[in-house]
């Protein structure tokens, strides 16, 4: 009888401490949203909720969208500069339109090359409430979203879901080096 009491008690015991431990995607939240502050910060994450999953096929197909439109579009108003004789806004379109051209066959190749890994999920997106205070300032308490890769690495924050898929694309391996080359090529 002795026995089935202790281990009643370590039981509870182990359900408590598991309780009090902090959630690592709120742990993750507060420190993005507080990074780059010099000031003491208090914030709690509130309501934590997931709302949805995107797999990186949903991810590469957002992007390449992305740049077929932009694609479109650049090619439309170049084709106008051309036909007005305006050669610097038409020489500046061109340039972007190389530009768009490398992204948009670099993430159909990257696409390819994940293959069967493109149905693994590349980012959860989560509601919550946060609150508390930032120095002596208090932060009243407010909902917002993000975006959290299943290791815990927060891609991005919004107090609007519209403004949350924005800048996810970062998730697919070796998108921002994409981008980060492209800017070097070109001098920016």
């Known amino acids: 009888m002795k026995k089935i009491a202790w281990i009643i008690v370590a039981v509870l015991c182990l359900g408590a401490c598991a309780e009090k431990s902090p ?16 000031q003491p910060c208090d ?11 995107t797999d990186f096929a949903t991810e590469f197909k957002r992007r390449i969208e992305i740049y077929g439109i932009r694609l479109d579009q650049n090619t439309v108003r170049f084709e106008k500069y051309i036909k007005e004789g305006k050669k610097n806004n038409a020489s500046k379109m061109f340039k972007e339109l190389t530009h768009d051209t490398k992204v948009f066959n670099e993430l159909v190749a990257m696409k390819e090359m994940m293959g069967d890994d493109t ?15 930032i120095g002596n300032q208090k932060v009243t308490p407010k909902s917002a979203f993000a975006t959290v890769t299943p290791d815990g690495r927060v891609l991005t924050y919004s107090a609007d879901i519209k403004d949350l898929h924005k800048a996810t694309g970062i998730v697919i391996p070796g998108y921002q080096e994409l ?8 001098g920016e």
């Open 119 to 133: 149905l693994k999920t590349a980012y959860y997106d989560y509601s919550f409430t946060y609150g508390g205070k």
């Open 43 to 53: 914030i709690k994450v509130e309501n934590l909720r997931k709302v949805d999953s």
């Open 23 to 38: 959630d690592p995607v709120a742990q993750a939240i507060v420190a993005e949203m507080t990074k780059g502050i010099d």
């Open 179 to 186: 981008l980060d080359s492209l800017k070097e090529d070109s």
